[in-house]
């Protein structure tokens, strides 16, 4: 708040309460936004990536057996699941709502010369 105090004295009242809205306008004459910032991914078929995922799944997900069985991962709580980002993530919202505590993606790209 001092700070505030000293780059922006205009924002307090007689009392030193701290007065959003004046501070708000200022931002808004120095053409800053707030309310808009923050991280974003693009790319191309991101709408039509949007309609899939909220359609219902129609794919079955089963688990990597062969990972999951190895003497290093007997005692592991994780899960490894191959396939479709969108469909096990789809699958994972269902199945284990409230209950993953991580995920981690791998994007593989092959490319066919």
């Known amino acids: ?3 505030l105090k000293q780059a922006f004295p205009h924002c307090f009242d007689k009392n030193g309460e701290f007065e959003f809205a004046k ?4 931002l808004d004459s120095s053409g ?3 309310a808009k910032e923050g991280y974003s991914l693009f790319w191309l078929g991101k709408s039509y990536a949007r309609v899939l995922a909220s359609d219902d799944t129609n794919t079955l997900l089963k688990e990597d057996e062969v990972h999951n ?13 191959k396939g479709d980002n ?3 993530l789809m699958h ?14 791998r994007l593989i790209i092959l490319s066919v010369l």
């Open 1 to 3: 708040m001092e700070k």
């Open 23 to 26: 501070f708000k306008a200022e």
């Open 32 to 34: 800053i936004t707030i």
């Open 69 to 81: 069985a190895k003497p290093e991962n007997a005692n592991s709580q994780n899960l490894l699941i």
């Open 86 to 88: 969108l469909e096990v």
């Open 92 to 105: 994972l919202s269902i199945a284990c709502c409230e209950m993953v505590k991580m995920i981690y993606l």
